[in-house]
């Protein structure tokens, strides 16, 4: 019997053309600039530069301010995922067993998800502020000697306050949405089989949503390794002596404010190997306890 062959159209090919020349001019190109940057030493106007192999990658791994950095966006990264994932989890589950009034206690819970970073940053800074801010006035008044101007302890506590705030929202509704979308017959028959509102939860809700949990914790580090920049660079600029700088945030110091191209590149492409590790970490081990 002959083979049936049928043609190719060039359309498919034309609507994934425009995604194409995005990634490519917007990732792309600019992945392979870094990396070729990286090996280079240029002058702070650009105008000459000179080949030095890895030296850019030991001046990086060497420095101090760049392995606390790093130390920092580790810490970091682990509060706001585990912390903004907790609290979501929390609320939907609450949610869900709302009968009156749900649809507005849903919306305001999702209202958070329309703040950009730098709005969130800049509002968190507002009720930390020494003159005015309320939860400034309020964590001194208990006691607390609180100063995120001054001691990196409170100043990470700002941060991670801000971003999980920001955060909650977005995971709030992938854990509604699991929830939801959880059989009623199978919530029915745990509730005759055990009377324990928190067994249930622990062995049959929540293995039920893990695969939300595993989306949601590549994304919630995704976010709090890149999207917290506009967080940090409106509530504390990096500060108190690079306490809360990410290593994302470094690379914008370095780079834009500093004139060192080459090092921010080698920091660029060494957070790219970083996070590519953690990814593959990620779904190599991590995910093979996940049940679908």
């Known amino acids: 019997m002959k083979r049936v ?3 190719h159209s060039p359309v498919p090919y034309l609507f994934v053309a425009p995604q194409i020349i995005i990634i490519a001019i917007f990732f792309l190109w600019p992945a392979a600039q870094a990396v070729h940057q990286s090996f280079l030493l240029e002058d702070a106007f650009g105008m000459s530069s000179q080949f030095v192999w890895f030296r850019n990658f030991e001046d990086v791994l060497s420095s101090p301010s760049w392995l606390k950095s790093a130390g920092f966006t580790v810490v970091f ?16 589950v609450r949610a869900d067993e709302i009968i009156r009034g749900a649809k507005v206690y849903k919306t305001l819970l999702m209202w958070g998800y329309a703040v950009a970073p730098p709005v969130a940053g800049l509002l968190g800074i507002m009720m930390f502020n020494p003159l005015m801010g309320d939860l400034y006035i309020l964590l001194n008044r208990i006691g607390l000697d609180f100063n995120h101007i001054q001691n990196g302890n409170d100043a990470t506590f700002v ?13 709030f509704i992938f854990f509604l949405s699991g929830l939801q979308g959880i059989p009623k017959s199978v919530t029915e028959a745990a509730t005759l089989d055990c009377k324990s509102a928190e067994r249930r939860f622990w062995t049959i809700t929540f293995p039920l949503l ?3 949990t595993f989306f949601l914790m590549v994304i919630n580090l995704t976010y709090a390794f890149f999207e917290t920049f506009g967080i940090i660079d409106v509530s504390t600029k990096g500060a108190p002596g690079g306490a809360t700088a990410t290593l994302v945030y470094k690379v914008y110091v370095d780079g834009f404010l500093g004139a060192d191209m080459g090092g921010s590149s080698a920091q660029s492409v ?6 590519s590790i953690l990814t593959v970490f990620q779904f190599r081990f991590i995910e093979r306890k996940v049940h679908y």
């Open 159 to 171: 941060v991670v306050l801000i971003a999980v705030w920001k955060q909650v929202s977005v995971n």
């Open 5 to 7: 062959q049928f043609g």
């Open 77 to 92: 990264s682990v509060l706001v995922a585990v912390l903004s994932i907790a609290i979501s989890l929390f609320l939907a």
């Open 210 to 212: 893990a695969p939300t």
């Open 270 to 275: 060494l957070l790219m190997i970083m996070v």
